[in-house]
């Protein structure tokens, strides 16, 4: 009788089956995988998006400090005054990047929930057509066919 146990499954709770099976079904992970509410955002409109949330933030920091400067009676608030104008510009410009990019993607991409969107029109024309191509070589003799040649 070996008394040792298996190297590869470790028995520590005294019942038979491997281990790691049951730290799976006692533990539970960090967290739990749930279906997204919305689709996730194409890459290039999640950059314009964060890229802008941290401007937006950066220019509300720097309007804080001009705010509590000028409150102060500080040198500095002068020149933190006129930098949260020019951070507010940039952040107005910022966030208009986001819907310009957003509406740039929906047309090159085709996203328009509209049934007459042009284009789910051109989709459908060139099935249409890949369609009509293979019914035609099907149609060709055997030995006449494009592919072959």
Do not use: K, Y
Request: proline share 7%; aromatic share 6%; with cysteine.
């Amino acid at each position: 009788m070996d008394t040792e146990p298996d190297i590869g499954a470790p028995d520590m709770t005294g019942r038979g089956g491997s281990g790691d099976e049951r730290c799976r079904e006692r533990h539970r992970g960090l967290w739990t995988e749930e279906p997204a509410v919305r689709p996730r955002m194409p890459d290039p409109v999640r950059a314009a998006a964060v890229r802008a949330w941290i401007i937006v933030a950066v220019t509300l920091i720097e309007a804080m400090v001009a705010f509590l400067c000028t409150l102060a009676g500080s040198w500095f608030a002068f020149p933190a005054v006129l930098s949260t104008v020019a951070s507010t510009v940039v952040a107005t410009w910022s966030v208009l990047d986001v819907w310009v990019t957003r509406q740039v993607w929906n047309q090159r991409n085709g996203v328009v929930s509209e049934p007459s969107s042009t284009a789910r029109a051109l989709r459908r024309e060139r099935r249409r057509a890949r369609r009509e191509a293979r019914r035609a070589e099907r149609s060709r003799p055997p030995g006449r066919r494009l592919s072959e040649a």
